[in-house]
């Protein structure tokens, strides 16, 4: 049989005979979608990370985080391809398991980079039609939300991930992406994709009016808040989901309606 030549998103090429059938996914927005494609049974290794759904806990053999992973237990399970991100997985990471076999990577900044990310798994799993059915399913929620944002004023936010250094999220990254969509102004946009920031300067510096605190990376819980407010008491600091923010794949799908409760 003639080799098929796929294309990641980060431009390297793949060669594949047949339809690879042992997968391993080191990123959980994309162990998510590869279930929500059909392709759960096809699924040989996954992060600690990797929550939904819940089943696969039980069910699937982890092999480290995302920063971190068990080159051993993943040589063990024999995968035809392993999926990695540009943003959760390190170069180096890539670079070694390219020694086991072939390493798939996504890079999704805009919601157009989701899309081709889920044609891409259909092209590259043989699931064509459910990636096109996911693919529908979302443009149209985005338009249904482009509608109903249309007339919201624009609020500036600080949206942090991380406590200790604080950090927040920047330009260029998906989170941003969203913040966007939903008429937030990125206090940090000017200040590369995660930087740290001093607590103490943010209303002087950027007076937010609006300051999220994430679920994730870092699990911010209610006692962060006033710490949080005691540093800009004008901004209204709230408790936001971080898979709706950050996770990339089907979960924009319920990310939607997330939002307009959330407005």
């Known amino acids: 049989m003639t080799p098929k ?54 069910t699937i053999k982890a092999v480290g985080g995302t920063k971190k992973v068990h080159y051993e237990k993943i040589r063990l399970l024999q995968p035809d391809i392993i999926i990695c991100n540009k943003e959760e997985n390190t170069k180096e990471i890539v670079t070694e398991l390219q020694k086991i076999c072939p390493v798939w990577v996504t890079d ?39 509608l109903f944002i249309k007339d919201f004023p624009v609020k500036k936010v600080a949206y942090f991930i991380w406590k200790d250094p604080f950090m927040v999220a920047g330009s260029g990254t998906f989170i941003d992406e969203l913040l966007k969509l939903n008429h937030f102004e990125n206090c940090y946009s000017n200040r590369g994709r995660y930087p740290e920031i001093k607590l103490q300067n ?24 006033y710490e949080i ?27 939607f309606a997330y939002f307009k409760q959330l407005h």
């Open 202 to 225: 943010m209303a002087l510096e950027n007076n937010p009016d609006l300051v999220f605190l994430s679920s994730e990376p870092y699990p911010f819980q209610e006692k962060h808040v």
């Open 108 to 146: 999704i900044i805009t919601i157009e980079d989701n899309f081709k990310m889920i044609s891409d798994f259909g092209q590259l799993f043989n699931c064509r039609i459910e990636a096109k059915k996911w693919n529908d399913k979302i443009a149209f929620a985005w338009n249904d939300f482009k």
């Open 5 to 58: 030549i796929f294309v990641d998103q980060l431009g390297t090429s793949h060669s594949f005979v047949t339809s690879p059938k042992r997968i391993i996914s080191l990123v959980p927005s994309q162990t998510e979608l590869l279930c929500d494609l059909g392709l759960e049974s096809k699924i040989v290794g996954i992060t600690k990370f990797c929550v939904h759904p819940y089943s696969l806990k039980s």
């Open 229 to 255: 407010n005691e540093n800009a008491p004008q901004a209204k600091t709230i408790l936001v989901d971080g898979e709706m923010f950050s996770w990339h794949g089907s979960r924009l799908l319920k990310a």
